[in-house]
């Protein structure tokens, strides 16, 4: 923005278009990597609890468990988002 300002929405705005976006994506059409629903699975079969540490917003991460149909089959699950630092490139130097 400081050296291509433009007119538009906020940053703030379209971060969270994007988001909004790309879990109305994975709401319709997520797949999950092969294999990956069947070790959740035997995971909860054999008594291990299974959290989720995400990056992503909320939003993204409730899509996400919902479409695979996964949210009993995990524990706890937490995004980045929630952290005061939630990477890196934001902590303080």
Known sequence: M???PWTGPAPV???RDITSAVADLITAEGTPMPGAVEALRLCRRLGLA???CSGSY???IEAA???LGIESDVSVWHSAEWEPWASP???PT
């Open 89 to 91: 490139t934001r902590a």
């Open 13 to 15: 705005a379209v971060e």
């Open 65 to 67: 468990l919902a479409r």
């Open 2 to 4: 400081d050296r291509f």
């Open 50 to 52: 299974v959290a989720v």
């Open 58 to 60: 909320a939003v993204v």
